[in-house]
Each structure stands twice: as C-alpha cells, then as structure tokens.
C-alpha cells in the first residue's frame, strides 16, 4: 500500500478502489505504516 501511494503516487481514494478496501481503512494501514517506517504524512492525502 505504501508502495502504492510513494511510487506510483496514486490518491488514498485510488488505492482504496484499486485494492477493493474502504477509503477510512487505507488511512488507517497508511498511518500506521508510516509510524512504522518512520515517513512523513503526504500534504494532501484526500485527491
């Protein structure tokens, strides 16, 4: 997920029809990922 939205800079929105998921999941599994890894949050996040 983080992959999708680093590299190939698709939206929350797009991951979350990409991947079949909610747009409020996405946010969650990005926040925490990047808590994880240590990255900043993207600026804009809502597309």
């Known amino acids: 997920m983080v992959t999708l939205v680093s590299?190939?800079?698709l939206?929350?929105?797009e991951v979350?029809?990409?991947?079949g998921i909610s747009y409020?999941?996405?946010g969650s599994r990005l926040s925490r990922a990047?808590?994880?890894?240590q990255?900043?949050?993207k600026e804009d996040d809502h597309g």
């Open 39 to 41: 990255l900043p949050a």
């Open 7 to 9: 590299l190939a800079e």
């Open 11 to 13: 939206t929350d929105q």
């Open 16 to 19: 979350a029809d990409a991947l």
């Open 34 to 37: 990047r808590k994880i890894l």
């Open 24 to 26: 409020g999941t996405v």
